[in-house]
Every structure is written in structure tokens, then in C-alpha cells.
């Protein structure tokens, strides 16, 4: 049981748009910390995508977006291509016991 | 440019310690705000955060396998090492490094990733 919630698995169309929610608590993104976002593909190690709960690394395309709100985030992803399909997961931090970094389960993306 | 990379063994028996390292280059263990976080995933599972190393040697870790894990460095090595007692099947794992920093007194996110290291705990 993850820290953080995310839907097990989303799928779209190429070119439609998806949302991925990551829904947490009050010590973790209701507290105030940030959510970072990183895409998986099958087999390789998973790459930063969205950090600050909003902002993209250099060479991310903008079709990537993230927002945050109380105690959830979303990533959106728009004009979905085939490359997109991948696992996304969202990370905070938990200041609950002695306090650690915290990812969702997951949400498997898959482009129809 | 900024890599890490993970090494160690890729099969343990039932109560071993593994022991795995995490070669990095393109930064210093010692600079203020660089840290170094080990990384697990399950197969078809989700990540979980194990520990953590900083620049001052402070060390951080998951409260569910504290007793077991422990993180230190080698900074004349350019390593970071884990080592997790009594493993089990449920073990088995891709073990990742990454690197973490801290700005401004907040930690920031995990950038770049090791390319990650499969450990099978068997029989």
C-alpha cells in the first residue's frame, strides 16, 4: 500500500489528452512539500519528468504538465504519442514517523 | 554529465547481506547539498525509497527496513555503499542509486537515476 494514491492504469488515444492523479495526506503533500513526477519505460530506469510540482527538465516537451492542490497533484499529458506509453509515478516527501520520500503505486499509461 | 552507476551481486541465498555499490562521476560526494539515495522496485511493483547518504555524512532510512539497511561512503572512491542484512525472497529486486539534492535547506527530487541492478533472493 503506497503513501501516495495513483489510479493503476490510464489509456488514451494518440492525440488525446490524459490526467494521472496522486492523492496523499496532510503530512505529506498537504503539508506542503513538493511533488516530483518521473516516467518508467519497460525495462529502464525512470527519468525525472516534472519537478517542483510543475516545472519540466530541459528536453521534457511541453505537452507534459503537472499541477498541485491541497492534498493531490495531476500530471497531464496532451497529444499523447505512442512514446508516452510508460509508467508514471509521483514522489513527495512524509514527515509522518521519522519522516521519508514517498512515491505513489504507479499508473500504467497505455496509448491505444 | 552527471552518472551513477550500480554494481553488485545478482544472486543471494535466503539470509545473506547484500552488499551493493553505487559509482558516481560529474560531482562530489563532499559538495554541499549532494546526496545519494538507494531506490528499490519489485518486479511489476511500484519504487520505495531505502535510504539516503548526504554531503556531511548524515544518513537517512526507510523507518520498515531501518534495522536492517545500512548507507556510508567512500569519497576518495566516489562510492556509496548499501548493505542490507538477512535478505529474503521478497527481496528480489531492481536496486537503483540516484541522486538527490539539497537547496536552499529543502531537499529537491532525484536526478539523474543508475541504470539499476536486478539482486534475485533464492534458494
Known amino acids: 500500500q503506497s503513501v501516495l494514491t495513483q489510479p493503476s492504469s490510464v489509456s488514451g488515444a494518440p492525440g488525446q489528452r490524459v490526467t494521472i492523479s496522486c492523492t496523499g495526506s496532510s503530512s505529506n503533500i498537504g503539508a506542503g512539500y513538493d511533488v516530483h513526477w518521473y516516467q518508467q519505460v519497460p525495462g529502464t530506469a525512470p527519468k525525472l519528468l516534472i519537478w517542483?510540482?510543475?516545472n519540466r527538465p530541459s528536453g521534457v516537451p511541453d505537452r507534459f504538465s503537472a499541477s498541485k492542490s491541497g492534498t493531490s497533484a495531476s500530471l497531464a499529458i496532451t497529444g499523447l504519442q505512442a512514446e508516452d506509453e510508460a509508467d508514471y509515478y509521483c514522489q513527495s516527501y512524509d514527515s509522518s514517523l521519522s519522516g521519508s520520500w514517498v512515491f505513489g503505486g504507479g499508473t500504467k499509461l497505455t496509448v491505444l | 554529465q552527471v552518472t551513477l552507476r550500480e554494481s553488485g551481486p545478482a544472486l543471494l541465498k535466503p539470509t545473506e547481506t547484500l552488499t551493493l555499490t553505487c559509482t558516481v562521476s560529474g560531482f562530489s560526494l563532499k559538495t554541499g547539498g549532494m546526496c545519494v539515495s538507494w531506490i528499490r522496485q519489485s518486479p511489476g511493483k511500484a519504487l520505495e525509497w531505502l535510504a539516503l547518504?548526504?554531503?556531511?555524512?548524515?544518513?537517512y532510512y526507510t523507518t520498515s527496513q531501518k534495522t536492517r539497511l545500512t548507507i556510508s561512503r567512500d569519497t576518495t572512491k566516489n562510492q556509496v555503499v548499501l548493505t542490507m542484512t538477512n535478505m529474503d525472497p521478497v527481496d528480489t529486486a531492481t536496486y537503483y542509486c540516484?541522486?538527490?539534492?539539497?537547496?536552499?535547506?529543502?531537499?529537491?527530487?532525484?536526478?539523474?537515476w543508475g541504470q539499476g541492478t536486478l539482486v534475485t533472493v533464492s534458494p
Open positions: 517542483g510540482n510543475a
Open positions: 540516484t541522486r538527490m539534492s539539497m537547496v536552499q535547506g529543502i531537499f529537491r527530487w532525484f536526478d539523474p
Open positions: 547518504i548526504d554531503w556531511d555524512d548524515k544518513k
